[in-house]
């Protein structure tokens, strides 16, 4: 047995998600005729009160899409310093979108209204026109913490004051609304534009959700055929997405708690140290330098146990629907066997 813990995106789809992509209904979403799709597209816009979806084949094009449709070139992108859109996307701001970024130190990756204020840039011709503010919740690099709704409103009020477009990472959201017991409605009113991705704790093997409003997605529409995202009978793979949605989200509070399970055991430790507050399904932490990361991923590898290195003391491990208690338990007795 294998244990994979290097990311949620590692899990594969179960017999009854495999049935219902066999059985799903299917015609050329290009055409805009899926009849799936159109119906995942509509299931998570209701959830978040926002007018329409648009499925894409990854939660990096649904983020390159939203800040294409946001920005010109030139225009300045806020968002946090560790944030996905900056650090995981393969420079695709500048590459797809001729962009740059504003970047803010947040609290853990949660950026405040008053640090976004203080870099919007003022109406003057030689300063990068301050065109979007991207959020992202729960926030992967600071190991999984989250915002609120409450923390998130006066971002909101903001954005709307300065005219501003406010843009979600919602890769994770799930594990956030599960962790803040708040409503997707709460959330989703507070963006303009939100990715949701179906592939990493819903267990879906493919695909993320770009909601907006009805000018924006007719807009987002064209960019992902443009950037090669239009698929045609892609109804097999949002059946998989509806599956998880019905069935994937109330039981990420398991993940979170194995997680915290997780975090005791490497507590537990002499060579690992400073794990970072374990709020969700992510946990990150270091290795005392005399050992290193990649000295430790291979004591686990050997138990068959996979986990990343993230630098040279820094290692994550993620907890899924494919990790499960007896898992949870022979990564305890792999813990306590190793010494480094
Ligand atoms: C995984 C992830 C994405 C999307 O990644 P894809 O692999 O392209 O689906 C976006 N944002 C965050 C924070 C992520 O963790």
Redesign the pocket.
């Known amino acids: 047995m294998i244990i994979d813990l290097r990311s949620d995106?590692v899990t594969k789809p179960s017999a009854p998600m495999l049935q219902a992509m066999l059985t799903a209904p299917v015609g050329d979403d290009v055409f805009n005729e899926d009849p799936t799709i159109i119906q995942l597209e509509e299931k998570l816009a209701t959830m978040f009160n926002m007018q329409v979806g648009l499925f894409c084949p990854?939660?990096?094009m649904t983020?390159q899409i939203a800040i294409k449709a946001h920005t010109q070139p030139g225009d300045e992108v806020i968002c946090d310093v560790n944030s996905?859109i900056y650090v995981n996307e393969g420079g695709g701001v500048a590459f797809n979108s001729g962009v740059q970024v504003r970047l803010l130190n947040g609290d853990r990756g949660r950026i405040a209204a008053k640090q976004i204020e203080e870099n919007i840039n003022g109406d003057f011709d030689w300063l990068p026109r301050t065109a979007l503010v991207s959020l992202?919740n729960t926030i992967?690099k600071a190991g999984g913490s989250f915002y609120t709704a409450k923390d998130i409103e006066p971002i909101a009020q903001l954005c709307k004051q300065k005219n501003l477009p406010l843009h979600l990472?919602g890769?994770?959201i799930f594990n956030a609304l599960v962790a803040t017991n708040e409503s997707a409605q709460q959330h989703g009113s507070l963006f303009n534009s939100i990715s949701v991705?179906l592939?990493?704790g819903l267990g879906a093997p493919v695909g993320?959700v770009l909601l907006g409003d009805k000018a924006f997605i007719k807009k987002a529409r064209r960019i992902r055929k443009v950037f090669g995202g239009g698929m045609r009978q892609g109804g097999i793979l949002a059946a998989a997405g509806l599956y998880a949605i019905e069935h994937n989200i109330t039981r990420l509070k398991d993940d979170h708690a194995r997680a915290k399970q997780l975090e005791k055991m490497l507590q537990a430790l002499p060579f690992i140290e400073n794990i970072l507050p374990v709020d969700t399904n992510i946990v990150i932490f270091n290795v005392a330098e005399k050992v290193g990361s990649q000295t430790f991923v291979q004591a686990l590898q050997k138990h068959n146990i996979k986990a990343v290195a993230f630098g040279k003391n820094t290692m994550r491990m993620v907890t899924h629907l494919d990790f499960n208690d007896d898992m949870l338990s022979e990564v305890g007795k792999a813990l306590k066997a190793i010494t480094l």
């Open positions: 995106t990854s939660g990096t983020n996905h992202e992967n990472d890769a994770r991705c592939s990493k993320s």
